[in-house]
């Protein structure tokens, strides 16, 4: 086995423990992008000497004081290109910003490097995170697909196992989609637990960060790195009794045929192996909640955009200027009344969960669809993100096209560490 | 008269019309910054040669195509220095950001710049707009005295006419209190509708970037460079009629005899001058917000300071490392709380304006404290900050002490544009 085949919590152990170190890790890494990126094109900045570097000053400081190491010690992780870091350029794949170098890391990647992760490099993203440009990544199962976006290069990228973790953000569901169509384990924290300082802003009560790994205990070492409230005090959740409510969710007549066998497949699995799996319906109202995303979305995105706009409007997406001018009538008014029904939603969304303990829903419609000119649809994500809940994507199975098709764990806000134990029971089952 | 006495929208106009140039302009605010900053230390950081050649620069774009400036055209403006330029360093008042230069402007620098204001400097500022290391500056009515803060370099630049016009932040009453405490105007737009990237984070969901000035026409000047919702479309507004309601609000017993003689001047000279004048209340339960906007601050800010505090924890201040330790025992569970009584008052405000057009409310205690180790109350600010309402700070009269005694106007979210109108009818009845 080679090392980059590792998962981010296997080699974490393995460096610990004397047995690999960050810099024969990271070398791998590299060797697999050399190998796999030019077909793969998930990256847009790779420095291997800095990495190399930083690997082999992980593996001094190991060396000097074993007991003193952060949770991601010597493990490599890549960032979306849409976050800023101040060894790397970042280009959030627009004109504007091409060769841009920023002063200081975005909150995110110093907080990954103070807990002993290495930087790998910048992955392709959506223009802004937002609209306008797609990444250039492909599918790692089959090229002649997406890998998913926003975050497509983090997605396919943890996926090919060019680097064990990375780093994705979320404003409808650029984070959990990809996590699904590239087969990996996603998490997107409750909104507001994790800094966004130095990330590109599109909607500001929606934009979230999340992170990507190929395991749920991946998942749970970077909320460690975090400090998410009660991570390293959650006790392990047993299976056997587990209220699971699977949520069609007021979506479903986006979902395909994939997705549905995947959401049965998942709930059918639970059963089997213990849980107390039911049918769980959000309250009619809530069925408004993906049009408010929608409202929210744009018409944030309005100042979010707007220094670009008048700045260097002609280097700015037409998609994105929209934002700016007639913005398909969104107004303060129906921003505000999407605010009002966003933030009744969410007070209520914790009283839902009585009588169950979490949701199992679809993490995207189906398979990743053909090309690279779409991303797929954020249709069963843009609820949960208005809810600020904490969403973790699993892998499940594959479709008719052999692609994965994942589902999606939630949670109420703040429940992240209860989550990612409970994901923890489950995804042995579901996969 | 001296060019640095004029409001920004009479040397904006004084410009325009070729009466008066950029240069002369800035020239003249340098050389009132040379003769009083060495007292007053508002700025922390000025830079004339890249000023006057960003004004000659302006001068020449007027020569060259008069139609085509923008509403700021040539008049300089302070940046609160939690705010990135990429010309000047931004310090934070940290030592851990001491030289540090941002790779780009943040937003509301870029736009300001679009609509052809002059960047003249950044002022000092309460450490990261949060707490530990006030800010140098001294009132200048009284140098004994705070300027209050944390906006405390802007609000006294403005105040002690060195530049006529500053950015501030607000997270509790950073911005509105120091307009009282410097006898100047002050305008917090609604929490959102403009861009706070490239600002410090401190509490995202509070977080606003505000603006000082002179005069109400000040204020709408940069509410029309942010291009704010009906800017250009409200039409002015009559004083007689418009009905006022005199808010104590639910933090009254914190009030000094100076903001409770500034109060009742201000109803009775709007009175009056044919204004519709009432006593205005509350509804009980909002009497805990105050407390709500000290949860959310605090619960957030444990997330924006999680960088520092693992990277750089020995230089970070006592008091901010604190919200990343115990942080006064507030858990996911309070600041939930705490974001749901938000929530649903948010969502009730606009509907207690049935009877009233804007509410009439203390922006401060009373005078400014004596002291420089203080930056006085926000108490009377909180409220108005965490429901996102548009607050606008206007001189009314003079304590006992011989310092400026100001009062706030609030309006329903968005309204800002009707609450800048609203106020140009009221400000000469008020002062």
């Not at 002649?144 to 976006?149: E, F, I, R, Y």
């Not at 398979?367 to 843009?382: M, S, Y």
């Amino acid at each position: 086995m080679e090392p980059y085949e590792l998962t981010a919590s296997e080699a974490a152990r393995s460096i610990r423990d004397g047995r690999l170190t960050s810099e024969a890790l990271v070398r791998s890494c590299l060797e697999r992008i050399e190998a796999r990126d030019p077909e793969i094109r998930a990256w847009i900045h790779v420095d291997p000497a800095l990495a190399l570097a930083a690997a082999r000053d992980a593996d001094k400081r190991l060396a000097g004081n074993p007991s003193a190491v952060g949770p991601l010690h010597g493990v490599p992780f890549g960032v979306k290109d849409v976050i800023d870091t101040a060894d790397l350029p970042t280009t959030h794949n627009s004109p504007i910003f091409q060769g841009h170098r920023p002063s200081r890391d975005a909150a995110c990647v110093a907080i990954a490097r103070s807990a002993g992760g290495i930087l790998l490099g910048k992955t392709d993203t959506v223009e802004f995170a937002s609209g306008g440009r797609k990444a250039a990544t492909r599918n790692p199962v089959n090229t002649d697909h997406t890998p998913g976006g926003s975050s497509s290069g983090s997605g396919a990228a943890v996926g090919d196992r060019h680097v064990p973790l990375a780093f994705g953000t979320q404003t409808g569901g650029s984070h959990i989609r990809p996590a699904s169509f590239n087969g990996i384990y996603g998490f997107k924290p409750t909104w507001g637990a994790v800094s966004r300082e130095g990330v590109k802003h599109y909607a500001v009560s929606l934009d979230t960060i999340g992170w990507y790994g190929r395991s749920v205990a991946d998942l749970a070492l970077m909320a460690e790195a975090f400090r998410l409230e009660g991570m390293g005090e959650t006790a392990p959740v047993p299976l056997a009794g587990l209220r699971v409510g699977v949520c069609r969710s007021p979506v479903w007549s986006s979902i395909e045929p994939a997705g549905e066998a995947a959401l049965h497949l998942a709930a059918l699995r639970l059963e089997a192996a213990g849980a107390s799996v039911e049918p769980f319906e959000l309250p009619a109202d809530f069925s408004t909640l993906a049009e408010v995303q929608d409202v929210i979305r744009r018409g944030e995105g309005r100042a979010a955009f707007l220094d670009l706009y008048l700045g260097d409007r002609h280097r700015l997406h037409e998609e994105l200027a929209d934002h700016c001018e007639h913005n398909r009538g969104i107004t303060a008014r129906s921003l505000t009344e999407a605010y009002d029904v966003a933030g009744q939603c969410r007070a209520r969304f914790a009283g839902l969960f009585e009588r169950i303990d979490v949701i199992l829903t679809p993490s995207a419609p189906g398979e990743a669809p053909k090309g690279l000119h779409t991303t797929g649809d954020h249709i069963f994500n843009g609820i949960w993100t208005v809810l600020h809940a904490p969403c973790l994507a699993m892998p499940c199975t594959h479709g008719p096209q052999g692609l994965p098709v994942g589902v999606q764990l939630v949670a109420p806000r703040f429940a992240d560490a209860r989550l990612l134990a409970m994901a923890g029971a489950m995804a042995a089952a579901v996969a």
